[in-house]
């Protein structure tokens, strides 16, 4: 192979290889659209989320509201059954999104996701929403992950 073909497919390859675009269902964004859901790391999917590791989350999307606000709310959904999951800033503000949030702009939210050891090894669904100044969703999205030892 020539070499600068090479380097182009090894460039292609880690690019992919930092964010992994994630498949998602969106779980009713009243106010805005996601574009775009990555997760890092996350080789294969359903996302495998080490216990004791942190993962960077990352949303883009478009609001289409104006809001002074943005507070994001993580659920995991075990059987159906909705448990509060912490993360440590629940301010979108200080999550890569410039407040106030004006409509009609693309934002990327990104935050971590720290995997505790205490939780069980477990397949869940992760759902997060980030809610405007009306407690509305900006986005809501859900996607499958896998907790492991
Ligand atoms: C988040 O994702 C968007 C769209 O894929 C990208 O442009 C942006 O650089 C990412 N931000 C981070 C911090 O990874």
Redesign the pocket.
Known sequence: MDCRVMCVVLLSFLVCAY?EHVKYVDCGSQEGKV??V?I?PCPQQPCQLHKGQSY?V?V?FRSDVGSQTSKAVVHGVIAGVPIPFPIPIEDGCKC?IQCPIQENKVY?Y?NQLPVKNEYPAFKLVVEWELRDDLSKDLFCIKFPVQIVN
């Open positions: 964010a574009l775009d990555d890092h960077t990352n883009t890569g990327s990104v």
